[in-house]
């Protein structure tokens, strides 16, 4: 079975442009959650999907959003980029059977604002 | 406001060896906890995980106690090997909370052949 699959694995952008990131989650999983990484925050959760609805969402502004299409692959996107959205942007899926469950992850998206 | 905490940025251990990760946390909520394996440039890989009715749990060379009045849950790993070298994140949930887990900050284990 595949796993998760994100893509771009690298983006170069610049201060004031906006960005989207795409998740494929393993087949037959219908819930997405979005993390950011930096190394002073570690990892932190942006949101999750399920059934194209959003049930949660982290501490993130606004400029930070999210969906899901019906075939549960999801996207992200962050408007107005500033310096500090620099981080790897990961992207984890699970059954969405239950509240609690493993999330299995995607190899990240790795954005660099300049 | 860390709820979870790693205290050990980083560990050392020789080949054949027990390594041991510990892992503290703070909410009184969290009853499901995770340990991932995380390689450079690759997402964090799922290892193992314990519900708070248990005290351990085992899956091959990777067992995972957790002591509840302590809020303390441990990653022991035996015996360990050079392909175990990698950053180890616990993790948790609360049962309320959709999708969402909160991590630690991650241990650095070197495993020296």
């Known amino acids: 079975k595949a796993g998760v699959t994100q893509t771009p694995r690298y983006l170069i952008k610049t201060r004031g442009q906006q960005v989207t990131l795409s998740c494929s989650p393993i087949s037959g999983h219908r819930s997405v959650s979005w993390y950011q990484q930096t190394p002073g925050q570690g990892l932190q959760f942006l949101f999750e999907?399920?059934?194209?609805?959003?049930?949660n969402k982290g501490n993130f502004p606004g400029r930070f959003s999210g969906r899901q299409f019906s075939n549960s692959r999801s996207e992200m996107n962050v408007s107005t980029l500033e310096l500090g959205d620099s981080a790897l942007y990961l992207c984890?899926?699970?059954?969405?059977?239950?509240?609690?469950?493993?999330?299995?992850f995607g190899p990240g998206t790795r954005l660099l604002v300049l | 406001d860390q709820q979870v905490k790693q205290n050990s940025p980083s560990l050392s251990v020789q080949e054949g060896r027990i390594s041991i990760l510990n892992c503290d946390y703070t909410n009184s909520m969290f009853d499901y906890f995770l340990w991932y394996k995380k390689y450079p440039a690759e997402g964090p890989t799922f290892l193992i995980s314990i519900s708070s009715i248990k005290d351990k749990n085992e899956d091959g060379r990777f067992t995972v106690f957790l002591n509840k009045s302590a809020k303390h849950l441990s990653l022991h790993i035996v015996p360990s090997q050079p392909g175990d070298s990698a950053v180890y994140f616990c993790a948790a949930s609360d049962g309320t909370s959709y999708g969402k887990l909160t991590f630690g900050q991650g241990t650095i284990l070197t495993v020296h052949p």
């Open positions: 999907y399920f059934s194209e609805t959003q049930r």
């Open positions: 984890a899926s699970s059954l969405g059977q239950g509240i609690v469950e493993t999330q299995y």
